[in-house]
């Protein structure tokens, strides 16, 4: 009877501590979080109670498994499965906490500072430098799982550490692509060329960076479609960034209009109409004669916004009002198609 009832009193009362001190900090810090909601990482860092317990059982687990005297033939084989979850669950902890970490970093600095680009240039490389502890850790975890479960597995370890050299210039050969995406990704993140949030012209595409990994990049079309680029199209093909240097943009919309237009009649509705509109930053503003024909002439007017968003907007609003206002008060001035009365008599005689 002893050799059954000593296991499960030895493992229920540790697992018992070990869940008593989780819940213990997950009190803590809610408690902290609730006294400073100023301070966003108590709150956060709730997130690591469940690893964490996993974490303080495989320890515990481990340290009393030879108090509970079952003398299995594989106690190694035990342990070794304890001490492999306590790793892989330590890293567990160490990832939540950095994601707990670079939020709080990120949303204490945005609350510092007005400017959105500083903003999202830190939340790009937070990003990316997240993804790098992460798949390091990830990794590097595994392999000591695998070693420790696997003891037999140890020499064969030596051995490809001895010819690591050998692997690492055919690993390098290749995955010349994934290393070539890597590095762009780092100077993308450290080079400021292109941040998460920026509005971006590709491939004839207009859209936002929605997402920057190690390897590939997510704009955000303006129709909500997505497109995935690797990381190194950014760095070796021209791109428009519209939000380099700051988010204030100015648009434009061309009228191809009649020459008898009252161009100042125009300009002056445009500014009226301008004053009217929220989206308009009154930064600047104009409307020019740019181009003239034989048939009419072409019309440019110009419209400064805070961002990208409230150009396009007022852009299209902009140019249906002007050809609105053109149709009411001066139709004349919309463009025609030369025509002229053939007698059919006289055209079928020729």
Known sequence: MEEVLRPLVVFAVTLAVT?????????????????HPQNRLPGLLRRIHLPLQIFLASVALHATYPLAEIHWSRDDVVLNIFAAVAILSAAWV????VDAVAENTLDKYARRTID?????????QLTLVRRIITTVLAITTAAVAILILFPDLRALGTSLLASAGVF???????????????MAGLQIAFGDSVKIGDTVVVEGEWGTIEEITLSFLT????????LTMPVSYFNSKPYENWSKGGP??????????????????LRSHLYDYLCTRDDWDRRNWNLLVTDSTYTGIQVRASMSARNSDDVWTLRC??????????????????????????????AMAD
Do not use: F
């Open 94 to 97: 160490v990832m939540r906490a």
């Open 248 to 265: 204030q943009i100015t648009g434009t919309v061309y009228l191809y209009l009649d020459n008898n237009t009252p161009v100042a009649e």
């Open 219 to 226: 704009v955000r079309i303006w129709d909500d479609r997505r």
């Open 19 to 35: 869940i008593a001190i989780g819940l213990a900090a997950d009190r803590v810090l809610r408690h902290t979080a609730e006294k």
């Open 317 to 346: 609003a902009v140019r249906e009002e002007l050809l609105a206002w053109l149709g009411r008060e001066h139709p004349q001035a919309l463009p025609k198609i030369p025509t002229s009365v053939v007698d059919s008599a006289r």
């Open 116 to 124: 959105t680009a500083r903003v999202r240039r830190l939340h790009t």
């Open 168 to 182: 690492g210039i055919i690993a390098g050969v290749a995955a010349q692509s994934t290393l070539g995406n890597l």
